[in-house]
């Protein structure tokens, strides 16, 4: 079937009521294999502006495909973003429900703060980091709303990059002094390790990432500001979790931070 504008808001109901009921759906591209990623992004933006309208704040950004294998492997040069929503962050002494999730998975990430406004075309790290109140540690649970967590590209976009849950660690440090571009990072489940990582995974540098994210934006006339939080993309593959489960993240400099699934 060709796509055409006046399916978003069909697009974005069909995704919007496989998160709220927790079922798997196939993916938008089956239907509408024509849809371009600039569709896509548009269909994003509608989805956010459906749960502000219920009653969601947006509060930051998430990066995804930030490390150059994972963009070979989806034959893509550049990385993606979503929005993070109030409703996302979670407690890591409250645990995670695994009954409001669909198929969960969780991922290690550097979470950068903003203490003042970011806008425009040129942004660049040593920007982005000067602009950045602090860093933390932080995990971000992605739980795409396609069948077998099997999607393209434009399929992920539309779906704000698989966005569900994050946690961030207590330990809240300033960047300054601290070499962000190669932090050792271990991820656990169970108290056994199940990936090791260094930040350079994030298109080198973290701060690089959050710069393409700023000046993605820019193109549109956006921009992040003071008080959001940017979520910088995965340092390693993503492990999938259950009830019970116990995950862990461990930065060398930055401190931890865990969940538990309940």
Avoid at 6 to 29: F, G, H, P, W
């Amino acid at each position: 079937m060709a796509y055409t504008q006046a399916k978003d808001l069909e697009i974005v109901e069909y995704l919007l009521s496989a998160e709220k009921e927790r079922r798997e759906v196939v993916k938008v591209t089956d239907q509408y294999p024509d849809l371009t990623i600039e569709q896509a992004y548009a269909i994003q933006e509608q989805l956010i502006a459906r749960k502000e309208q219920e009653g969601a704040r947006r509060i930051g950004l998430k990066l995804g495909l930030t490390s150059k294998p994972k963009q070979q492997m989806m034959g893509v040069h550049e990385a993606i973003y979503g929005y993070l929503t109030h409703d996302m962050l979670a407690l890591e002494w409250e645990g995670i429900a695994f009954d409001q999730l669909i198929h969960p998975k969780a991922e290690p990430e550097i979470a950068f703060f903003m203490g003042e406004d970011l806008q425009g075309t040129n942004v660049t790290a040593l920007d982005v980091l000067q602009a950045t109140q602090y860093v933390a540690p932080a995990i971000e649970i992605i739980d795409s709303r396609y069948l077998n967590f099997k999607f393209t590209l434009v399929d992920v976009v539309a779906d704000n990059c698989s966005s569900a849950k994050f946690v961030i660690g207590n330990k809240w440090r300033s960047p300054a002094g601290l070499d962000l571009g190669n932090l050792g990072m271990f991820m656990s489940k169970n108290g056994a390790v199940s990936q090791v990582g260094s930040s350079s995974a994030v298109l080198g540098h973290p701060a690089t990432s959050v710069a393409w994210a700023v000046n993605k934006l820019g193109a549109e006339g956006k921009g992040l500001k003071k008080g959001d939080v940017v979520l910088s993309g995965a340092i390693s593959e993503a492990i999938a979790f259950e009830a019970g489960d116990t995950i862990q993240v461990q930065f060398a400099e930055l401190g931890s931070v865990s969940f538990t699934c309940k």
